[in-house]
């Protein structure tokens, strides 16, 4: 069932892990100053979960860089080719 | 949603819990002290108002939900909407084939009250998994 099953890879993958420690912050910390969840934080890092575009919008504001710099796109896992 | 949420999903989520059990130890209480006052009362209108008591912490409970998945994040949320997605599939499934069970194939009644039950336990139990696979 598919429910029971962990989370399949996503193409979307992220530096969030890296620019939160550049910034010494704890997942708490960073939660707080976006106003999720930790336990969102620890879905975003690990790439479990997606965030929605206002929030990868207020990601990117927070570390103060562009949207293409912290979330990067893979072709390879999720099998799609370019057209 | 632009607006800004006014407190965090973290407080959000502990107000909810909160008001989850309280509401659910009133409906107890309110259970309990219908049954006491029923023993003796005569059908009738005040008879069935009184039966409806209970009924009232747990709209205080459905507006803690609603209220809880408005200031949840957006993953809180989706886990929740799922769970409860999947908790009503469950509940109307179920409700369908006891009926026929219970129209057609000869099987006793069952009280309503059950859907009640069934939908809180599988959207319990859903919310649970679910929350597992994202940690």
Known sequence: MHILHPV?????????????AEQR????????????????????ETEKYDPSLPLAFRIARLFGKPLEEIFLYDDTSSGETHR | MNTKPRIS?????????????AGMALYALFVWVCVQLLKHLPSGPVRISLALLPALPVVWVI??????LKFADELQRRVHLEALSIAAGVTAFLSLTYGLLEDLGGLPAVSAWWGFVILDMVWACTSFILFRRYR
Do not use: D, F, G
């Not at chain 1, 399949?8 to 939160?20: D, E, G, I, Q, Y």
């Not at chain 1, 912050?25 to 975003?44: D, G, K, P, Y």
């Open chain 1, 8 to 20: 399949p890879a996503l193409p979307v993958k992220n530096r969030m892990h890296v620019l939160r």
């Open chain 2, 9 to 21: 999903p973290e407080t959000a989520c502990k107000r909810y819990q909160w008001e989850m059990v």
């Open chain 1, 25 to 44: 912050w704890t997942q708490a910390e960073l939660a707080e100053r976006l106003n999720v969840s930790r336990q969102t934080i620890n879905a975003l």
């Open chain 2, 63 to 68: 507006w803690a939900v609603v209220r809880y």
